[in-house]
């Protein structure tokens, strides 16, 4: 990682009662972070592995980045986590190695968006997209069908 930038958000409605539209949610969770490229700062201490078979993480230092882990929750630290990829057209979605039964996403509810973590309060999608040399991370998060988290991670290859 060479840089991120991470903002939060939250989904407007109209009334009290009201609830999110399903096409913000969607258009949340599928938006791939171009627009905060201008905002990232440079960043380091966590490495990215594509393998045929999947990808995996490592800390290389302290990085300081907003981290949702494996299972879903913010956390204070970054945990590292392995998994798949699964490519859609160019976007490649990361998902972990195992999942808890009660959490795995149902695919093809948000348009391409192929969910990471749903547990009914929170989504988690986690998509990969090629920029040139670079490699944009975009970590996009829905708590409650209301609160937004986007966390955007650009990597350079070694």
Excluded: K
């Excluded at 201490?45 to 078979?53: F, S, V, Y």
């Excluded at 392995?82 to 509810?109: F, I």
């Amino acid at each position: 990682m060479v840089s991120s930038h991470a903002i939060n958000s939250e989904i407007e409605i109209l009334h009290e009662d009201d609830e999110a539209p399903d096409d913000a949610i969607s258009g949340w969770l599928n938006d791939d972070g171009r627009s905060l490229l201008p905002l990232v700062q440079p960043a380091q201490g966590l490495r990215m592995e594509i393998h045929a078979d999947g990808f995996s993480e490592q800390c290389t230092g302290d990085a300081q980045v907003m981290w949702f882990d494996a299972e879903g929750c913010l956390s204070d630290t970054v945990q590292p986590f392995s998994g798949r990829c699964t490519l859609v057209g160019s976007t490649a979605y990361l998902r972990p190695e195992t999942m808890a039964s009660w959490a795995m996403p149902q695919d093809n509810q948000h348009g391409n968006a192929l969910l990471r973590y749903d547990d009914g309060d929170t989504q988690i999608c986690d998509r990969l997209t090629q920029d040139g040399d670079r490699l944009l991370r975009s970590v996009n998060v829905v708590t409650d069908g209301l609160y937004l988290n986007r966390v955007i991670m650009v990597y350079a290859r070694n």
